[in-house]
Structures are given as structure tokens and as C-alpha cells.
């Protein structure tokens, strides 16, 4: 992968250090050309310094940096050829949207015709026809965005990154402006990479994504894979809300699993069926009893105690509800087995299970 | 009928303060003043207050104190700028003293500029061997009122220049943009309103200025005569009609720079605030 042919954006061998803290952990990927690429990974865990490094803004201490096989270490920001879209967007609040998205342009010299051509064309592109003349202020915070995208696109960069881009957006504004995102990325057709915290955005809208923590990169791959398959006890933990169970063994159909010295669970590892619905599983199905309910909109989010230690599970809204107290079965499907050595991670399946079943 | 409680209480004895304050301090004695001047006929008012001597006086307070506000708008800018974007040692002491000609008693300020300033001062010499006179020229009034006028821009622009993001500074950067470019095009916009509001307050308060003008002036009639002084020379006549009057034209002419400030506010804060 480091070394492909296709790579049109490249890092190798990345660090940096604010003070004593590494921002950035011998960091190397690469991107192929036209993907949108997702940078996952808590707060702190060195990914807007990755993006900093990529456009320019921040100097590695050490590293090399590629840009459509050029190397662009000692190439000044503006010369990378790199659309920036800040988190807080930095929106000139004196400037209408037209001058905005202008700016570029006119510290490009561009003439006048040529700029206005532009800047209407982009305006049609992010669909605020109409708002030309109003200021930033004057706007919505997802309007305020789109501006923001123009803005960063008006001098046609081949590359655009994007920093936390629906941070500042509502909840419910935000899921439309990801698949707005998505859609018009695709439509222009440029490499873009965006940063995130939040691992339902960065599974939505990327084709890869980058997991990082502590200023390493963890893992590499398409959403499903990263998902599906976590290769690093963090990205087991970091995706999927899971809890950790150190003594795995003592649950029925996982007494014969060793090999590991901690077990990462999903809520969707563990199925929940009423004391009277159809079971299975009875021979691996432990007992357990309800602690908790939390309704989460389309599902109840489940709290169970067996064996005296905590798992959550999901229930569909549509089922029978299940109350507090109540004594449930419970069918632990699989679990992430953390090795000895905490650095990989395989998936151990229940024992009724493993006959016919399928790792994805 | 009940009574609406607001969430925050007091509005009823808070508002009446405020206005007992207002009309001891700024209406009532505003309002002598005008009353003390209609004891003059129309044509007498404009003919005391537009006597040749008089309207020099305007001259000169008007002239010097724009020059001076001015060359505060640039310097205050400056310090402002270097007292926010940069750490060296002695910051805290050097952001301290810029408020020092808020608190010294003017006539002190005045002293010690004229001290300075004349042929044989320190630094009067310098500019007597050039042939440049200081004290008792109008340039000295404007170094006076340079003196008094510096901390309303610096205190006004500080804090405002705190606040712009660096992160308009990058995305300008970005585009390619110069250093100058990002200064007038980005960061200037952003501080105008606050400049204005500096350089009108230090416009306002230069005009009025008396204290640590009359000892720089000179006071010589046509040439160095500030309208305030015009008013102590009448007072000392004891020709009050007169003495309210020039100070009634003060100020009219003190409303309209406040008035046009509050304009130019009024626009930037819509753009910022987004109401139409």
C-alpha cells in the first residue's frame, strides 16, 4: 500500500512534537487519487496535525510529503495547490458571500469577467443562488459551510482537506449536509480528506478511513473493514461502543476460548430474547437480568448483568419491550479477543456457532 | 392585572439610577449651558461666537487635534499590534503605561512637554538646530494631544485584534495572499470599527482638551489659541453669556463626531451581528 503505483497524495515516515507531546508517530499512508478519505480518532490523537502537515500550515520535524509524485516539503501552502475548509470555517465577516468566495481568485490576479464566471458557477455549485450580497452572519451555519467549500474550491485545487467540516453544524443539519458533502465531492471529483471525531460520520461519508490515536496511525481501510475487522485493541474499542471484559472464559460457549487477556464486546455481539420467545441456543445462553433501560429512539439500549459483570445490548423498538428487573437470555454471539501482548486482535466465535457460521 | 416579573430583577430601581446619574451629571448641566447662552439675542450668539479670534480657535483646535488623532490612529495600531502579538519581556510594564495619560493630571503632561519641547530641552534642541520650533507652535499642541489621545485607540483596538482568529490569517495564507495583503485585506477589516471608535473618542477628547494644551501653546491670538482657552478667557472676564456660547458650538460639534461614530458602528455591528 505505502509504495503504490497510484498514490496521488503520500507521507512517509511523518513526526512531529509540540513541546513533549508527539503530535505525529512516524505517520505514513497515502491516498489514491479522487478518494475521500476519513482521518477517525479522538481529540488529541494528532489528526488535524496531520492535515496541518499535508497543507502546509505546520512544518514535520521529520518526513516527506508527496503531492502527485512531487515532494512538497519546502513548497509554501499556497503553491501546494490545497483547497483548506477550517473548522470554524474563517469566514471573512466583512466580506459578503461573493467576496468570499472571490478572495482567491483576486490574490490570483484573475480579471474581473473570469471571477465573476467563477464565483456564479461555484454559487450554483453549493446551491446559494440568491445569497451573493449577504454576509456570513447572515447565514445559516450549514449555508455558512457551503460558503466555506466555494471558498476553498474557487482556485480549482486538486487536493481538499477538510478540518472537523460538521463540528459546528445541529445534529440534524449535519446528516444532510454529509451526504450533500459526499455527493458533490464525487460531482467535482476531487481527492479529498477530512478529519473527524465521530466514527458514525467517518463510516457514512469516506471511502477509507485512517484511525489514529496518540499520534500513530492504528488502521487502514474501507469503512466495512475497519468496522468489521479492528486490527488494533484501540480501533476495537475506539468503534462500535464497546465494553471490555477481562474474565471472557466463564461465559457458556466461550469456555474453551483462550489466547487472549481481554475481550472487547459490541451491543450487536449479544442478542436478547425474552424468557418466553424462541431460544436457539439453550445450551450456550446464559441468564441475565435487566439493570437498565435507555430508549434510544428506534432501539432500547440495554443494560445486563451475568456474572456479575456489565454488557450492553441493543433491542428493536418494534419487539416486546423489556423492563427493568426483568431476567433475560442472552446470546453472546462473538467477542474481539485482545492478545497477551495487547497489539492484535481476532475475533473468537460462540461455541454453538462455529460449525456454521461466517466471519465477515 | 399582574405584574410580568423579569428574570433579572432590579430593572425598576437599576433604570432610575441610571437616570438620576444621567440627568445630575450629563442633562442638567448640559441643559445650563444652553440656557445661560439664550440670554444672548440669536444675532448676538452668532456674532460672539464667530468673531475672527474665535473661529482661528476652531482653526486650530479642529486642525491639531485631527493631525493628532491621526497620527494616534497609526501608532496606537502599532503598540496595540506589538502588545498583542508578541511576547517580550516587559509586556505587562509596557501595557500598564500606555494608561498613564489617563490617569496623570494633564497640566503635569503639559510641564513636562513643554519642558522638553523648548528651544533649550532635550529634546527641542534637536529640532532648534533644524530650525524646527516645538513649544508654543501648534506642532507642540499636537504633541500634547498625541500624549493624551494615545490610550483611547490602543485600549479600543487591543482587545478587538485579541480576538481575530489566526485561522483567517491561514485560510488568507492559503490562497497565496502577502503578509500585506492578509494586513489590509483580512486583519484591517476586522479591527476598522474599533479603530474608528478609537481615533473618534481621541478626536472628541483632543478638541476639549485644555490642561496640557496651555502650557505647550503659547496661546498667541490667530496662532496657537484653542477654542477651550477662548472659554477660560471669557470666564475670566466674567462674560459668562459668552463663554457658554463658544461652548455650546463645542458641543454641537462634540455630538457630531459621536453621532457619526455611532453610525459607522451601527453599519459594522449589522454586518457582524447579521440583523437587517
Not at chain 1, 481501510?221 to 479492528?230: A, E, L
Not at chain 1, 475506539?238 to 460457549?253: H, Q, R, T
Not at chain 1, 462473538?334 to 461466517?358: K, T
Request: neutral net charge; glycine residues 8%.
Amino acid at each position: 500500500m505505502a509504495e503504490n503505483a497510484q498514490a496521488y497524495v503520500e507521507l512517509r515516515h511523518i513526526n512531529k512534537t509540540f513541546g513533549n507531546y508527539k503530535a505525529s508517530d512516524d505517520v505514513s499512508f497515502s491516498v489514491e487519487k479522487g478518494k475521500l478519505i476519513g482521518l477517525l480518532g479522538p481529540s488529541g490523537s494528532g489528526k488535524t496535525t496531520i492535515l496541518r502537515i499535508l497543507a502546509g500550515l505546520e512544518t514535520a520535524d521529520s518526513g516527506d510529503i508527496f503531492i502527485d509524485g512531487q515532494k512538497v516539503n519546502d513548497i509554501p501552502a499556497s503553491k501546494r495547490g490545497i483547497g483548506f475548509v477550517f473548522q470554524s470555517y474563517a469566514l471573512f465577516r466583512y466580506k459578503t458571500v461573493f467576496d468570499n468566495i472571490a478572495f482567491g481568485l483576486k490574490i490570483q490576479k484573475r480579471s474581473k469577467a473570469e471571477i465573476k464566471d467563477r464565483v456564479d458557477e461555484l454559487i450554483e455549485l453549493v446551491g446559494l443562488k440568491g445569497l451573493e450580497k449577504r454576509y456570513p452572519k447572515q447565514l445559516s451555519g450549514g449555508q455558512r459551510q457551503r460558503v466555506a467549500f466555494a471558498r476553498a474550491l474557487a482556485t480549482q485545487p486538486h487536493l481538499l482537506l477538510l478540518d472537523e467540516p460538521f463540528a459546528a453544524i445541529d445534529a440534524k443539519v449535519r446528516k444532510e449536509l454529509r451526504s450533500w458533502l459526499r455527493e458533490l465531492i464525487s460531482q467535482v471529483g476531487i481527492t479529498s480528506i477530512f478529519v473527524t471525531h465521530d466514527q458514525e460520520e467517518a463510516i457514512e461519508v469516506a471511502d477509507e478511513i485512517i484511525v489514529t490515536n496518540k499520534g500513530r496511525i492504528e488502521q487502514i481501510g474501507t469503512p466495512v473493514t475497519v468496522y468489521s475487522d479492528p486490527k488494533t485493541p484501540f480501533v476495537a474499542q475506539f468503534l462500535g461502543d464497546p465494553v471490555s471484559i477481562k474474565d471472557y472464559a466463564k461465559f457458556k460457549g466461550f469456555h474453551e476460548t483462550s489466547g487472549g487477556s481481554l475481550a472487547i464486546i459490541r451491543p450487536e455481539f449479544v442478542t436478547v430474547t425474552k424468557k418466553n420467545e424462541f431460544n436457539p441456543y439453550p445450551v450456550t445462553t446464559e441468564e441475565g437480568i435487566v439493570e437498565h433501560v435507555a430508549f434510544r429512539g428506534s432501539m432500547l439500549e440495554l443494560s445486563i448483568r451475568i456474572r456479575d459483570e456489565h454488557l450492553i445490548a441493543h433491542r428493536q423498538i418494534g419487539q416486546e419491550l423489556i423492563k427493568e428487573g426483568e431476567k433475560v437470555n442472552v446470546f453472546l454471539q462473538r467477542i474481539y479477543l485482545v492478545d497477551d501482548a495487547g497489539e492484535n486482535v481476532h475475533i473468537a466465535v460462540n461455541e454453538a456457532l462455529r460449525e456454521e457460521s461466517v466471519v465477515i | 392585572m399582574k405584574k410580568k416579573k423579569s428574570v433579572i430583577p432590579g430593572f425598576g430601581l437599576s433604570f432610575g439610577i441610571v437616570m438620576a446619574m444621567l440627568g445630575l451629571i450629563v442633562i442638567i448641566p448640559l441643559c445650563s449651558l444652553v440656557v445661560f447662552s439664550l440670554k444672548l439675542s440669536p444675532r448676538e450668539f452668532w456674532e460672539t461666537v464667530t468673531r475672527p479670534r474665535v473661529l482661528a480657535s476652531y482653526k486650530v483646535s479642529i486642525m491639531t487635534a485631527f493631525i493628532a488623532s491621526a497620527i494616534n490612529a497609526v501608532m496606537g495600531l502599532a503598540i496595540a499590534w506589538v502588545l498583542v502579538r508578541y511576547d517580550f519581556p516587559g509586556k505587562r510594564i509596557m501595557d500598564g503605561i500606555i494608561e498613564l495619560p489617563f490617569a496623570l493630571p494633564t497640566a503635569v503632561a503639559g510641564i513636562a512637554l513643554t519642558h522638553l519641547t523648548v528651544p533649550e530641552g532635550w529634546v527641542g534642541k534637536i529640532f532648534a538646530g533644524a530650525g524646527i520650533k516645538i513649544a508654543y507652535t501648534r506642532i507642540g499642541i499636537t504633541i500634547a494631544l498625541v500624549f493624551i489621545g494615545i490610550p483611547f485607540v490602543v485600549r479600543s483596538v487591543q482587545p478587538v485584534l485579541e480576538k481575530v482568529d489566526k485561522e483567517y490569517e491561514e485560510a488568507a495564507a492559503m490562497f497565496g495572499a502577502s503578509r500585506i495583503q492578509i494586513f489590509f485585506q483580512v486583519i484591517l477589516p476586522e479591527i476598522k470599527p474599533a479603530l474608528i471608535a478609537g481615533f473618534t473618542m481621541a478626536f472628541a477628547r483632543s478638541i476639549g482638551e485644555y490642561g496640557s494644551v496651555v502650557f505647550i501653546a503659547g496661546n498667541t491670538p490667530f496662532k496657537t489659541e484653542i477654542t477651550p482657552l477662548m472659554i477660560m478667557a471669557k470666564l475670566q472676564e466674567f462674560d459668562y453669556a459668552s463663554a457658554t456660547s463658544i461652548a455650546l458650538v463645542m458641543l454641537l460639534l462634540a455630538f457630531v463626531i459621536l453621532f457619526v461614530n455611532a453610525l459607522i458602528q451601527s453599519h459594522t455591528s449589522k454586518i457582524v451581528s447579521g440583523i437587517e
